[in-house]
């Protein structure tokens, strides 16, 4: 059985950072594409950051020069590096992993921006 696990959300300030964990288990996490999604209150789940299994990673506007997503095979995670927080950054964030036809997702982690 597949599971992604996020970990490293919290309550933060405006300008902070945080760092955010997605572990796999149950599936060989290096034949997978990767990414982060959000969902805002009352908005729906959107793209924040991919990687796909070749290390190329594609960014949403909004998060360009803030955000960076990384990966290590060996330890079956994916980073979501975040600096210079800003309040519409707060959402809850997703994992997902996905493998030909599979999509896998965390259960989401809370990120929230207080300014």
């Known amino acids: 059985q597949v599971h992604l696990v996020e970990s490293g959300g919290g309550l933060v300030q405006v300008g902070g950072s945080l760092r955010l964990f997605c572990t796999a288990s149950?599936?060989?996490?290096?034949?997978?594409?990767s990414g982060w999604y959000r969902q805002a209150p009352g908005r729906q789940r959107e793209l924040v950051a991919t990687i796909d299994t070749r290390g190329s990673t594609n960014y949403a506007d909004s998060v360009k020069g803030r955000f960076t997503i990384s990966r290590d095979n060996a330890k079956n995670t994916v980073y979501l590096q975040m600096n210079n927080l800003k309040p519409e950054d707060t959402g809850v964030y997703y994992c997902?992993?996905?493998?030909?036809?599979?999509?896998?997702w965390g259960q989401g982690i809370q990120v929230t921006v207080s300014s």
């Open positions: 997902n992993a996905a493998f030909i036809l599979e999509s896998y």
């Open positions: 149950g599936i060989i996490f290096s034949n997978c594409n």
